[in-house]
């Protein structure tokens, strides 16, 4: 079965200082991975994907992400947080194809970060 | 160009009652998603429509149904409404590349 996980509920860094958001991954076969963030009362926008090729991924606001296939991880990154980047992130998976979910999304529990000043 | 449209944003109703949500995906796109974000609960997958039809379902009961339109609109519908049916409703379309995007949700309310 997929399905992803992110282990923490909450990260809190102070502006200016790098922030990792954790994400590890089970799934048969490639995987498809997403991150995105939500604000409150607003809908999921998309930060970024992966899907094959370089490991590091750029998305937007500065966000980049990093694949290890060995760990099965998908951890989301920024060099310098800002305050406004306080909000839920949400990893997901792609269903594998074959089992005919489509581009259906499975997703993790959310990882709400906060940045302070 | 515009994204993913989702009317109504609030909606509220009493026990029993049936709830119809609208989407309109981006132009071009072919599938829609329903997602189903309650307090607690995370995002869960509820339909998936693709030209016409319904592809997939979550693990939701019959009472949670819907349907697609020729232009690829979609309705949700909730019949015999149930106070945990409370809860924040996102449609998406998928891009090229298999990423979802989604609208600003539908927020109901269940009284």
């Known amino acids: 079965a997929q399905s992803v996980a992110q282990p923490e509920d909450q990260v809190k860094v102070a502006e200016g200082n790098p922030l990792t958001v954790k994400c590890t991954y089970s799934v048969s076969g490639n995987p498809y991975l997403f991150w995105y963030v939500q604000y409150p009362n607003r809908g999921l926008q998309f930060l970024l994907k992966y899907i094959t090729g370089d490991n590091l991924v750029k998305g937007s606001y500065g966000f980049e992400a990093e694949f290890n296939k060995s760990q099965t991880s998908f951890h989301l990154k920024k060099p310098s947080a800002l305050v406004s980047d306080s909000a839920l992130y949400f990893c997901?998976?792609?269903?594998?194809?074959?089992?005919?979910?489509?581009?259906?999304?499975?997703f993790g529990t959310g990882t709400q970060l906060k940045v302070e000043l | 160009e515009a994204g993913v449209t989702q009317s109504p944003t609030h909606l509220i109703k009493t026990r029993g009652q049936q709830a119809t949500l609208r989407c309109s995906p981006i132009?071009?796109?072919?599938?829609v998603y329903w997602y189903q974000q309650a307090l607690g609960l995370g995002l869960q997958f509820l339909l998936w429509y693709d030209e016409g039809e319904e592809r997939n379902r979550g693990n939701f009961p019959p009472r949670f149904s819907g349907r697609q339109f020729p232009n690829y609109s979609s309705e949700l519908n909730v019949n015999a409404l149930e106070l945990e049916d409370s809860a924040l409703y996102l449609c998406a379309s998928n891009g090229i590349a298999g990423e979802l995007f989604f609208g600003e949700g539908s927020r109901l309310t269940v009284l």
């Open positions: 132009s071009g796109h072919t599938s």
């Open positions: 997901a998976v792609r269903l594998n194809i074959l089992t005919g979910g489509g581009n259906k999304l499975t």
